[in-house]
């Protein structure tokens, strides 16, 4: 009987003293400090263009040792009332954290550096697809090279057709003259779904805008080729090669 009470005396002790641990332990969580994070509540599906709500939203807290320069990326729990009502611009599914990156607007104004200069080539939209070139992507230009035809002036107006004074041209090998900055899309000058999450569809985007550093010989120079080939050719049959970014 002494040998049973002893075991069920042991028994007890390791039960105490695993409480007594878990309380340990929780008690020293408790005191962890920790950051609270802005994320996706789950069983929550938010498509692009679907305003943000409160019920989208839940608190995440990570203890701050591990927290590091989240905050840098992610929102804050307590700046969710600055995104409620906007559009969201990519689908969220509960679990997610809410990124910086991914609440953009598009930008309101074409604005251009001191040292730049912008101009726009238009390009067949079948020779490209629009959708996966975005500004800031560089591009090269691949320009048929016509004989048969004297130079034109470099201020020519684009022709929407072809012309009587380029029917006799025969178009030769093609050049390769890049790469340039893309700037704009026509009046796009975002990202195509940071657009349409604000409602806004893109007009003209076959036109492409690209930037020219003046301070740069070698790029103005590049442009003022790629000029000449597109005024001599009346901006015909122009194709594009996307590059890496940079």
Do not use: C
Not at 193 to 202: F, Q
């Amino acid at each position: 009987m002494k040998g049973a009470y002893g075991l069920i005396f042991a028994v007890f002790l390791g039960l105490l003293g695993g409480v007594l641990n878990w309380l340990y332990l929780e008690n020293k969580t408790r005191d962890v400090a920790s950051v609270s994070f802005l994320g996706v509540a789950e069983g929550v599906s938010v498509a692009p263009g679907q305003p943000l709500n409160g019920r989208h939203f839940v608190e995440v807290k990570i203890p701050e040792r591990h927290a590091k320069n989240l905050q840098d990326f992610v929102y804050m729990y307590e700046d969710r009332v600055t995104l409620e009502g906007s559009p969201a611009t990519r689908s969220y599914e509960g679990g997610e954290l809410v990124f910086r990156a991914d609440h953009r607007t598009p930008p309101a104004e074409l604005k251009l550096a001191d040292n730049e200069e912008l101009f726009w080539v238009p390009v067949d939209s079948r020779s490209f697809v629009p959708s996966l070139v975005n500004p800031g992507d560089r591009i090269t230009f691949i320009v048929p090279v016509y004989v048969n035809q004297p130079a034109r002036a470099t201020t020519a107006t684009p022709a929407a057709d072809v012309t009587d004074a380029t029917a006799d041209a025969v178009a030769g090998p093609t050049e390769e003259i890049g790469p340039f900055r893309v700037k704009s899309l026509g009046d796009r000058l975002g990202t195509l779904d940071v657009m349409k999450a604000s409602r806004r569809a893109p007009v003209q985007e076959r036109q492409i805008g690209i930037v020219v550093d003046t301070s740069k010989p070698e790029e103005v120079e590049r442009a003022k080729r790629l000029r000449d080939r597109l005024a001599n050719g009346d901006y015909r049959n122009i194709g594009i090669i996307l590059n890496a970014r940079k």
